[in-house]
């Protein structure tokens, strides 16, 4: 295990009808809420409504950010900053999915910043403070909504990219697992997939001696494996919404990364697809992520046995090391396609054109990962067999 | 899984060499450090010089309060308000283990508060306010470096008694698992028990669906089960030493436990014991928790039957339900046996004469715990079966 640091301020307010709690947990911020959201399912669902008849009985002054898109545009985050700007913005609160919670971040640190937030993701500057930030999560997927993480896409120059700051973890989350009860099936997949990815990209590590942190992956790995069959034919499965949405949040929020270098080469890969054909991120690493592990499994072979062991239950007698661990990967590539998931850049119509400047982009600062360190060869080599 | 709320805003630090960022870590919070620790083992294994380096360096005044007991008194804890007062004390630094932080917790709370801290443990106030708090932890068992809890004893009354809040919650916690290397084995042992006890506590519930929180815990109980007897053997065991460290915190900082109705009757019980006969509380929890097992086990008998299998290994294949729990239990014992921890009150010289009185002071504020709401001649049929 590697020495680390951890804090994880960020509130958590769980259960079926917590939005009910929004007005008491907005309250002590202040009175002008800049409200961040998307496409306007929250309007469909009634979602919109709670929140504003919430926010109108603690005499809130609202302002809105609407259209916030899947993968966040930087320029999206530039209109929430002059609003938040322009009205004195005391709290942003962002009701929506990770998107959405990932503009409000940006927002959020942008406002104090006298530069472009941009600076941020390019590592020009470095982020000192940020307006408070709230939250109502509709969908299982990034963890944005217990971390200090942001992902931005700058469409002009077509670049997706990542800050983190211990400024942009939210004040307070709401995870009200009904508030998933509508989300399209493929966002339940596509959020399914982006759960197990983030585990994978911490799971799939060098680090010795690292057994309980392996033992929480493993346990959200299979919980999310049982639960999201379960949320397909039931959109409405209680138990099921419940477990995917707090699986969500643990995967993300620090606790089973500590003291353990991690990889994220497969989101450094799925990013500059997404980047360019803007296609969901949580399809993206379903096609990226099993070409990914047959690409590198051979660097630590052990992990991989572990991983179709524990949780697929591959049985290894009989098997050797390398049958075992490839039975793992290729249970992983059967699951995401039972449940809808997409296995080539061919279902939505990519083909090899950009595939080498793809790789190009993707290791500009340097090679991608550390199971396997990937330079330009290694990305375009698993692109291509992404294809 | 039940609703819930979670926040545990606690700085950790871990890794081996981390009491050298102490310093930077003490010096925002003001110069006034009042220094709590236990029976002098700091002094003996250069600890103690550590820290006062540490503070000196940053230009420190320190105030002293040591002798902090194993079960510690409500005297001390009077003796450390009255000297963070005396002096304006900004941060209270707790170096050692568990008792030593459950005093500076009460110490933290008790000096801005006009009343008794006692009346903290009575429930005849509640906590508004607290000093910061920082704590240097010298061994793994009781997670109080990492949430709100504290508990403390008033030999007077012979009462334990225990309290929780936002404000003791400690601000950073230092985890070196070096420190832990000098450590007596017996705490060693009680540590462990100590630890999965909490986790037992969290993990025997009828609540349904929280296949997540259950993971988790068997988690933590497979690596402290892995990790006792190397430490035993040898203890300055790198891994062994930080497994069980991380296991401990994350046993009791809110995290397996979350949406789960928790039982802690055990704890009660052992309250009683340890508040007259002033044993170690890892010793009274691995008498007490066995027997817990046994009579309580037919009150959810497929969780006991999980936690064999899941836990222990126990192939439930040819068994009955109820003869793989019993085996999950007896392999419990079994364990504690065989790393030296005790099996019973008689080891301790304990007799049959204040069973009753222990009884009846366990239940003074209703029936124990929630797996088996536990009366009065509940708790003194445990305590019968832990002669």
Known sequence: MNSFQFQNPTQIVFGPGTVSKLGELVQPYGRNVLLVYGSGSIKRTGLYDQVIAQLNAIGARMYELPDVEPNPRLSTVHKGIELARAHSIDLILAVGGGSVIDAAKA???????????????IRKAVIREGLPLGTVLTLAATGSEMNGNSV???????QKRAFGSRFAYPRFSILDPELTYTVPASHTVNGAVDIMSHVFEQYFSLTANTPLQERFCEGILQTVIENVELALADPQHADARANLLWAGTMALNGIIGVGVQQDWASHGIEHEISAIYDIPHGAGLSIVFPNWMKYVYQERIDRFVQYAVRVWGVDPSGKTPEETALAGIERTRAFFTRIGAQATLAEFGIGADKLERMAEEAVRFGPLGSFKKLERDDVLRILQMSL
Chains 1, 2 share one sequence.
Do not use: H, S
């Not at 927002?107 to 993701?121: H, L, S």
């Not at 931005?152 to 077509?158: G, K, P």
């Open 152 to 158: 931005i896409t700058n469409w002009e120059t077509q």
């Open 107 to 121: 927002i959020a640190v942008g406002v104090p910043y006298e530069g472009d937030v941009w600076d941020f993701c």
